[in-house]
């Protein structure tokens, strides 16, 4: 491919090694699903790979500087000129069968692209990332850590999550400031008929409005403020790290509970 420069407004850092992409590959393991969409090949450094062991590949590249290139490299791939996050997913996944969506995302849509994941779950199952190592980190932390917050309550609810391995700058042109790793997702959890996901991400994300204050602060200071929570038999005097993912399905329950007698009032 010609010699393209990476863009700073798409975020893009190339991956040049080789052996970090046969890891990648090895996490992938292409060959088991029967199609794969791949989120912004670049210059196609891990679609090559991709391709040698499933053709079903469908990539979304908002650069439009690459897509020539790639549909001449690729004929038998097909290359949507679209921003990923605009798109619907349901469109280009199979009704039966397996698949798989991967991608060396931008660093700075990494939580657009996990929530859309999330907003389309009913058609999303297997999913596997390069993120900022960070983000990753705060993707596995746990309860009572600096790390843990909104994305580890709400992934880890939706999601098996399994961090793969950590990816140094050095395997990128340019180098990027910091570190990276790849982490899987497996949307497979069974969630209650009429479980209300919407809500459960606004009553997570209201809780850590103001993570150094109690539950109680965060929430009335939230959409939520209109709920008489000392009436409530949960315990709002700890802050939002301290609960784990079975009390936020609790406290959002609670809130349901609440709203649903606000609105019949």
């Known amino acids: 491919m010609k010699n393209i420069q990476p863009l700073k407004r798409f975020g893009q850092n190339y991956l040049i090694d080789q052996n970090t992409i046969q890891k990648i590959i090895a996490v992938?393991?292409?060959y088991k699903y029967d199609k794969?969409?791949?989120i912004g090949p670049g210059k196609g450094a891990m679609t090559r790979e991709l391709n040698k062991s499933n053709k079903n590949i469908t990539c979304f590249e908002i650069d439009n500087r690459v897509v020539d290139e790639l549909k001449i490299e690729f004929p038998e791939i097909e290359i949507i000129n679209k921003d990923f996050l605009k798109i619907e997913l349901s469109k280009y996944l199979p009704v039966k069968g397996s698949y798989i969506i991967v991608g060396n995302i931008p660093y700075n849509i990494t939580s657009p692209i996990l929530f859309k994941l999330i907003n389309e779950i009913n058609v999303v199952t297997d999913v596997v990332l390069m993120m900022q190592n960070e983000v990753a980190r705060r993707i596995i932390a746990?309860?009572?850590t600096k790390e843990y917050g909104i994305l580890s309550v709400i992934l880890n609810f939706f999601a098996e999550v399994e961090y793969c391995f950590k990816?140094?700058?050095t395997v990128f042109y340019p180098k990027p400031k910091v570190d990276s790793a790849?982490?899987?997702?497996s949307f497979d959890k069974k969630i209650e008929e009429g479980f209300d996901a919407k809500l459960f991400i606004s009553v997570v994300k209201a809780s850590f409005g103001n993570r150094r204050k109690t539950l109680k602060n965060s929430l009335g200071?939230?959409?939520?403020?209109?709920i008489d929570f000392a009436k409530v038999d949960f315990d709002f005097s700890r802050r939002a790290e301290e609960l784990d993912i079975s009390e936020y399905t609790r406290l959002m329950k609670i809130i349901q509970s609440n709203l649903s007698c606000l609105n019949k009032n």
């Open 36 to 38: 794969i969409l791949e």
């Open 221 to 226: 200071n939230s959409q939520f403020s209109n």
């Open 182 to 185: 790849i982490v899987k997702f």
């Open 142 to 144: 746990k309860p009572k």
């Open 28 to 30: 992938i393991q292409p």
């Open 167 to 169: 990816i140094p700058p």
